[in-house]
């Protein structure tokens, strides 16, 4: 009931035995490899066994039922250990742990840690929330605070506002897990959930990427939330579900599994779990819930992109190479307009902000304050360094160049005809286009500006797809409900890499994939609108109707028809006292209302061609063609784009090379 038995940690996992109705439950005998376990089992109200199997043996562990006259029942555990790794391969090296650091709800910190893998002992504190809406330590003792506060859940139940907090390790990250729970009841246990608890787990995902490399983390996403707690929903999360401390989603989904198994062995199985987070959290809610199903039920998915390998790289490291062409190569050729017409974008200044979000993929940027200068990569002094970029922390999917040593790289920008559709608006001209695609060139080794233009490994361009670091959205993430929101920031003064274009990737791949993005609703505001207490209670609405709904039909019937009234596609007018929008979200500039409150600028890419699903690593190649261009084209200017491009250009209306679908979810990379 934890989790899948191939996948089980820490040693234990919430077993349930359903006991036939002609068999007395007290025959039934239950033995973990030959040890009798039965005493851990109690009766549910349904007639089933239930309880937690401890001591479980690293590896492979025989469950076997047995009564007289009746059949057995088996299952095998594979169990692996608290610290991981369980599917997502070997554990990064460097680690620094950052125990000492992380702040516990009460303020104290965790101390030291206790070994190598940054573990600590598991520790419980009682929060509550007073009646001036804070929320305190609970004071030890019998006698309850004056100003305790009362709460009613979303099922009803009138309850003293105190949360459970538990703080512990598990796979080298700090997780925290948070519900209502009075100690004067004993302790929480699986098989009876406690009254303040509404069955609803909401996971919380924290958003950043740089600086998200070989480190512990000195923060969860956060639990104590009281839009979730005081309605008596649970709340769980761990430090490797911060991107900031994090930037792999293979590592994330592993964590976020381990934490959800943990927090099922000691409250129970929730009913469904939401998934919630913004920028960084999106990469997470998007790619955990496509290619591990069963984690994530439903997802709020804030400034989104679809993933954080190419949704977001390919655009910032095109955006880094505009930028080193437009100051250092050809600086002063190009007016700020004409720059920003060849990115895409809606404002010039993004150019710079993304250009320096690119840094992502140097393995020198970004690198944590935590970690030692001394265990850095450096190409000459400390060549075998701690390389600091997505590809080196992706290394268990990508492997490794044997030739270099450094891992494979699933980014290319061959082919791609810069500024195109910039040229054919006439916002530039035809040397300027040629001078551009024949400086702009591309990364080398170390992602620096190199002048020829960046060759993905084709190896790590198969992995790509096959192993969904390239959200591919027809695997789980089908029949997850997703609620798609986005403070709009396009527009903002310093520029900003959250674009609304991400958020119609997404629901492209999901048309791609499905035929239909019928489970994504996708809503945008200035700052106000929507409300996150709003959007849990829709999604719980949402998936409380699917469980509900004994009708026939595909998951996505259920989906569609269980979609509370009101929850649809829209807009906030971007006034003091918004007004609601509802009209179908689509990308475009002017062409809707919301469109035209809200343009949907593009990328470079989607300048150059590409539509914006933005999914192809590596573009089909044909001739250039005269007919690319509709401005006139002199000979000598034809014969230059000839030679720029002698390879070709991309053929964005085909697949890209090595396109194909995900070989399978639940994939593992090795565990120990």
Same mark, same amino acid.
């Given at each position: 009931?934890?989790?899948?038995? /191939? ?174 729970? /009075? ?61 900031? *401390? ?178 054919? /608006?006439?916002?530039? /001209? ?6 551009? *695609? ?80 019928? *489970? ?153």
């Amino acid at each position: 009931m934890s989790s899948r038995p /191939d996948v089980v940690s820490g040693g234990d996992a919430l077993i349930r035995v359903d006991v036939p109705g002609s068999v007395p439950a007290d025959k039934v005998g239950i033995r973990v490899d030959g040890r009798d376990v039965t005493d851990s089992f109690e009766r549910t109200a349904g007639g089933s066994l239930m309880g937690v199997v401890r001591d479980l043996d690293e590896g492979r562990n025989r469950l076997i039922a047995t009564a007289r006259g009746a059949a057995s029942g088996r299952l095998t555990l594979v169990n692996h250990p608290v610290s991981g790794p369980v599917f997502a391969g070997p554990h990064e090296q460097p680690y620094v742990c950052d125990t000492e650091e992380f702040k516990t709800v009460t303020g104290a910190t965790l101390g030291r840690p206790l070994d190598e893998d940054c573990s600590v002992r598991t520790r419980i504190d009682y929060m509550y929330r007073t009646t001036a809406g804070e929320f305190a330590a609970l004071p030890d003792g019998d006698e309850r605070p004056a100003d305790l506060a009362t709460t009613t859940t979303s099922a009803g139940e009138d309850v003293p506002y105190i949360v459970r907090v538990e703080t512990g390790t598990i796979n080298r990250a700090v997780y925290e897990t948070a519900v209502l729970h /009075d100690p004067e009841s004993g302790d929480p246990a699986p098989v009876t959930r406690g009254p303040g608890w509404n069955g609803r787990l909401v996971y919380g995902f924290g958003g950043g990427c740089a600086g998200g490399w070989y480190i512990q983390g000195r923060s969860t996403d956060g639990v104590l939330k009281d839009d979730y707690l005081g309605k008596g929903y649970a709340v769980a999360s761990s430090s490797l579900n911060v991107f900031g *401390n994090n930037c792999n989603d293979l590592l994330a989904a592993e964590t976020m599994a381990m934490v959800k198994e943990r927090f099922v062995e000691s409250y129970g199985g929730p009913d469904f779990t939401i998934g919630v987070g913004c920028s960084g959290g999106s990469y997470q809610n998007h790619q955990i819930a496509d290619n591990y199903p069963g984690l994530l039920d439903g997802i709020i998915s804030g400034c989104s992109f679809p993933d954080v390998g190419f949704g977001t790289v390919q655009t910032i490291s095109d955006a880094r190479l505009l930028d080193h062409y437009f100051e250092e190569t050809a600086p002063g050729t190009f007016t700020k307009e004409q720059q920003r017409a060849v990115s895409g974008f809606g404002k010039w200044e993004s150019i710079a902000n993304l250009g320096d979000g690119g840094g992502r993929i140097d393995p020198t940027v970004f690198c944590p304050e935590q970690l030692p200068a001394g265990l850095r990569y450096h190409p000459e002094s400390n060549p075998d360094g701690a390389r600091c970029d997505v590809y080196s922390h992706t290394v268990n999917a990508y492997g490794k160049d044997p030739r270099t040593g450094k891992a494979r790289r699933p980014l290319d920008n061959t082919g791609i005809q810069y500024g195109l559709q910039a040229l054919n /608006d006439k916002a530039i /001209d035809v040397d300027q286009f040629i001078d551009l *695609n024949r400086r702009i060139g591309g990364f080398d080794d170390d992602a620096k500006p190199a002048a020829d233009r960046t060759v993905a490994d084709p190896k790590a361009v198969r992995a790509a797809y096959r192993t969904g670091r390239m959200l591919n959205g027809g695997a789980g993430l089908a029949e997850v409900p997703i609620i798609d929101y986005r403070d709009y920031t396009d527009d903002a003064a310093a520029g900003d890499i959250h674009m609304r274009f991400h958020s119609f990737s997404t629901r492209a791949r999901l048309d791609k994939a499905n035929g239909t993005h019928a *489970n994504q609703v996708m809503i945008t505001r200035d700052g106000k609108g929507f409300t996150t207490a709003g959007m849990i209670a829709d999604m719980d609405s949402w998936l409380t109707g699917i469980k509900g709904d004994p009708g026939k039909g595909a998951p996505i019937d259920k989906i569609v028809r269980n979609k509370p009234a009101g929850l649809d596609d829209a807009c906030w007018t971007r006034e003091e006292e918004p007004k609601k929008i509802t009209e179908p979200q689509v990308a475009g500039i002017g062409t809707t209302e919301c469109n035209t409150l809200y343009p949907v600028w593009t990328s470079p890419r989607m300048v150059a061609g590409a539509d914006v699903a933005n999914d192809i690593v590596v573009c089909q190649k044909r001739p250039v063609r005269r007919s690319d261009y509709e401005v006139p084209v002199t000979g000598s200017q034809f014969t230059s784009l000839k030679k720029i491009f002698r390879g070709g250009v991309c053929d964005w209306s085909r697949r890209g090379v090595g396109q194909q679908g995900l070989a399978g979810t639940w994939q593992s990379f090795g565990s120990r």
